[in-house]
């Protein structure tokens, strides 16, 4: 079965992941004076991965600001920017950071609508993830803090497709957005991204494969992970259906259960570690709306409950690999 | 220096401090009867602060109060039975019962931002209000407050120096009221004077009697201004004591009963009403008329306030996100051109760029290596010739150093060495 990459790419060209994310915001700063920009070096020197590069030239130093390292300060005064109708980005010049502001963007960001009717229209994003050597704090994968926080929305795309049109959503929603963008895709992959404006729906997962043995769900480099392991999965004739779920919140529940309905069986392939990452969400939603539908166990391939070790062959061994999604997979399959 | 204001002035600072406590004192009757379903702070002896700082706002300025500080909110135009419905988690009140005290706000009219428990958070948060402020060309002032106690935080610091580095129009005053719930200060901050925190920033601050609204108001409005014309943050700090306990469950009995009546003795609406009884602003007749314009107002607020209900609990679902433009319309108003910060006008080179740094030349660029975009050796000019082009300094248009001048260090002079405890 084919794999579909959820883009309408005709006349599009070949871009990195990270040149998507750099499009993104190149675009929307175009489009919309509102929109600007603020973190650790992301102006002079373009940020630390180069996603900014050109925009303070291009937009001058009003727009693209170079901060102290503060990130509540960064955060804080982004919500306050907000508040007069500005559409800031932020970014942490390592999403690992991200907890330094962790009370800022609970407390303050994300209950303002609810309690007291002010939105606060921001994007908070940066590199997070693993399988670089990056070590303990600069590997992180800390989406579940947030996916716990209502009022916020969580995404963590897969494809320079995605990441650019969501991106582009995110600058758009009215809500404040946590984007997080996983480094080992920044220069490795490359895909097809129209020439015009779009935008990705936030809230909406992709099938990128279709099948009927089973249903794998996942997000971000992991989905590569995935769709490899798929491949080697149907040699053996074991039909995997593969979503990509790149919004963690708010979860599109349809499109899982709608799968999981048909497959009958799960698989969870995260990143993250294991207790308390989306995979036992998931577990929940499918005991309350699918229990009838399934036909094995939630299966979970996740990174272990330990801090990302730094030597390879540590890492190698905490993170989840296509070889492990393959065996849980099979042995799923056949129970 | 004390400004010289006008009659109305004079009286209008009265007015909102007797406001102000009348406010609180219904409370207290309320909280007594049962109807304040949390806490309740109370500003006793420090309603100069509020007052005096907020009234050298204008009305197109952002403010951020403390839970001390519903004197401020009065100023800013909140009618008072907001203030008893917020306490009383009413559906009519700001936040239709879903938050309490002084935490509520309006973006649209009134220009305040909600605060939260955690102390210190407004300060960034404000910083990018009066950034923001600036960037869209309005020319306001974000002030807010911090307790002596909150000023230890991170956010503070953080907040502060931001605002510093950008030169914001950013105005933080800092009531030292002796006390940080039972903690005197002497244990939160080893300075005599906290203002003295400014300079780490590299910015300006005063020292005030907090008990003498004139003053206050006197700094606050020269801070004000001197934010308003560009030059950097201020930072006031207003020397006063907290009257009562941290809130009404503590009867405070770790403060020294000296210092309690030291303080009793200069109530800043008793001061400011000697005054204008000396300056023959205010007589016997005024006095009363003002009372009763009090009364009135708060017995109609207050019933207001009593008959409104308590929020359906299904409200609970409600508002965690804004669902798009049928919900808030988010606009900028711009008051400068937009052509100035839109390309072709704003694509000016940077202003920090020094020669042979920055725009990715030598930094790794497109060949940086996956994580740590700037370990690869840089190509080009050593730093050292890079900098001889411009002194070594980067041309920033954000200064981060304050203005020498140093015009108001007026506001100083009326700090009452007595006020230290
Ligand atoms: C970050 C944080 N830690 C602890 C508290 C609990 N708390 C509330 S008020 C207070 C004392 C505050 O003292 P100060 O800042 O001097 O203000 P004051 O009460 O004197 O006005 C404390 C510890 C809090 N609100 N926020
Ligand atoms: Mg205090």
């Given at each position: 079965m084919a794999r579909t990459n959820g883009a309408a790419a005709t006349n599009g060209t070949q871009v990195t992941f990270l040149e998507a994310i750099k499009q993104a915001m190149f675009e929307e700063m175009e489009r919309d004076p509102t929109v600007v920009l603020l973190g650790e070096d992301v102006g002079v020197y373009g940020g630390a991965f180069k996603t900014s590069e050109g925009l303070l030239e291009r937009f001058g130093w009003e727009r693209v600001i170079d901060t102290p390292i503060s990130e509540s300060a960064i955060i804080g005064a982004a919500c306050g920017m907000s508040y007069l109708g500005l559409r800031p980005i932020?970014?942490?010049?390592?999403?690992?950071?991200?907890?330094?502001?962790?009370?800022?963007?609970?407390?303050?960001?994300?209950?303002?609508?609810?309690?007291?009717?002010?939105?606060?229209?921001?994007?908070?994003?940066?590199p997070s993830g693993g399988g670089v050597h990056?070590?303990?704090?600069?590997?992180?994968?800390?989406?579940?803090?947030?996916?716990?926080?209502?009022?916020?929305?969580?995404?963590?795309?897969?494809?320079?497709?995605?990441a650019k049109g969501l991106l582009k959503a995110a600058?758009?929603?009215?809500?404040?957005?946590?984007?997080?963008?996983?480094?080992f895709l920044y220069r490795r992959i490359k895909g097809e991204v129209p020439s015009g404006d779009y935008t990705v729906p936030i809230g909406k997962a992709v099938v990128r494969r279709e099948g009927r043995h089973l249903t794998i769900l996942s997000y971000a480099a992991m989905m590569h992970t995935a769709l490899e392991?798929?491949?080697?999965?149907?040699?053996?004739?074991?039909?995997?259906?593969?979503?990509?779920?790149?919004?963690?919140?708010?979860?599109?529940?349809?499109?899982?259960?709608?799968?999981?309905?048909?497959?009958?069986?799960?698989l969870v392939v995260h990143e993250d570690t294991k207790t308390g990452g989306i995979a036992g969400e998931i577990a929940a939603i499918l005991f309350e709306k699918a229990f009838q539908d399934l036909d094995g166990p939630l299966v979970r391939v996740t990174s272990l409950d330990t801090p990302v070790p730094y030597a390879p062959t540590l890492e190698e061994y905490f993170l989840p690999n296509a070889k492990k999604v393959f065996s849980a997979a099979k042995e799923l399959a056949r129970y | 220096m004390k400004k010289e204001l006008t009659r109305q002035q004079y009286l209008d600072l009265y007015y909102y401090m007797r406001l102000n406590r009348a406010v609180e004192d219904t409370m207290v009757k309320l909280f007594r009867q049962n109807k304040i379903v949390g806490g309740l702070y109370s500003s006793l002896g420090q309603e100069a602060i509020s007052v005096g700082t907020s009234y050298a706002l204008e009305k197109k300025d952002w403010l951020a109060p403390m839970i001390r500080n519903i004197g401020a909110l009065l100023v800013k135009g909140v009618p008072p039975r907001d203030i008893f419905m917020q306490h009383m988690a009413k559906y009519d009140s700001p936040t239709k019962g879903k938050d309490g005290t002084s935490h509520f706000g309006d973006l649209d009219n009134l220009h305040i931002v909600s605060p939260i428990s955690m102390?210190?958070?407004?300060?960034?948060?404000?910083?990018?209000?009066?950034?923001?402020?600036?960037?869209?060309?309005?020319?306001?002032?974000?002030?807010?407050?911090?307790?002596?106690?909150?000023?230890?935080?991170?956010?503070?610091?953080?907040?502060?120096?931001?605002?510093?580095?950008?030169?914001?129009?950013f105005v933080l005053v800092l009531e030292n009221n002796l006390w940080a719930y039972s903690t005197p200060v002497g244990r939160q901050v080893p300075l005599e004077n906290l203002a003295d925190r400014a300079k780490a920033y590299g910015i300006e601050s005063y020292i005030?009697?907090?008990?003498?609204?004139?003053?206050?108001?006197s700094a606050a409005k020269e801070a004000v201004e001197r934010a308003r014309a560009g030059e950097g943050p201020i930072l006031i700090e207003a020397k006063t004591f907290r009257r009562l306990g941290h809130a009404q469950h503590d009867p405070a009995e770790y403060v020294p009963k000296e210092m309690r009546s030291y303080w009793e003795a200069r109530d800043p609406i008793t001061l400011h009403e000697k005054f204008l009884t000396s300056e023959k602003l205010l007589d016997a007749g005024g006095k009363k008329e003002i009372e009763q314009k009090l009364d009135t107002l708060l017995a109609s607020e207050r019933e207001f306030a009593e008959n409104s209900p308590l929020p359906p609990g299904e409200l609970a679902e409600t508002g965690v996100y804004c669902t798009g433009d049928e919900c808030h319309k988010i606009r900028a108003k711009w008051e400068r051109p937009i052509a100035e910060v839109t390309p072709p006008k704003s694509s000016v080179a940077a202003v920090w760029t020094i020669p042979g740094f920055g725009s990715g030349k030598g930094s790794g660029g497109a060949?940086?290596?996956?994580?740590?975009?700037?370990?690869?050796?840089?190509?080009?000019?050593?730093?050292?010739?890079?900098?001889?082009a411009n002194d070594g300094k980067p041309v920033a248009k954000v200064a981060v150093k304050a203005a020498a001048k140093k015009t108001a260090k007026t506001a100083r002079a009326t700090a009452s060495r007595k006020a230290r405890r």
């Open positions: 932020c970014e942490m010049q390592f999403i690992d950071f991200i907890v330094c502001a962790f009370n800022q963007i609970t407390n303050f960001v994300a209950k303002g609508h609810y309690l007291w009717n002010a939105p606060a229209p921001m994007v908070i994003r940066g990056g070590g303990p704090f600069h590997s992180a994968n800390p989406e579940m803090y947030f996916v716990h926080t209502p009022g916020l929305k969580v995404i963590y795309p897969s494809t320079p497709y995605d600058v758009r929603d009215n809500n404040p957005v946590l984007f997080f963008e996983h480094k392991a798929s491949d080697a999965l149907a040699k053996e004739g074991i039909e995997a259906e593969v979503i990509d779920l790149h919004t963690l919140l708010p979860l599109d529940e349809e499109t899982i259960l709608n799968s999981v309905k048909k497959t009958n069986k799960c | 102390l210190g958070d407004l300060i960034p948060v404000m910083v990018g209000v009066a950034m923001a402020g600036r960037y869209l060309g309005q020319k306001i002032v974000a002030m807010t407050w911090i307790g002596d106690g909150g000023s230890s935080t991170g956010v503070f610091h953080e907040g502060l120096n931001f605002a510093a580095t950008q030169k914001a129009p005030v009697d907090g008990n003498d609204v004139v003053a206050v108001y060949n940086a290596p996956i994580h740590f975009g700037d370990t690869q050796t840089a190509v080009g000019k050593p730093a050292s010739e890079a900098k001889s």
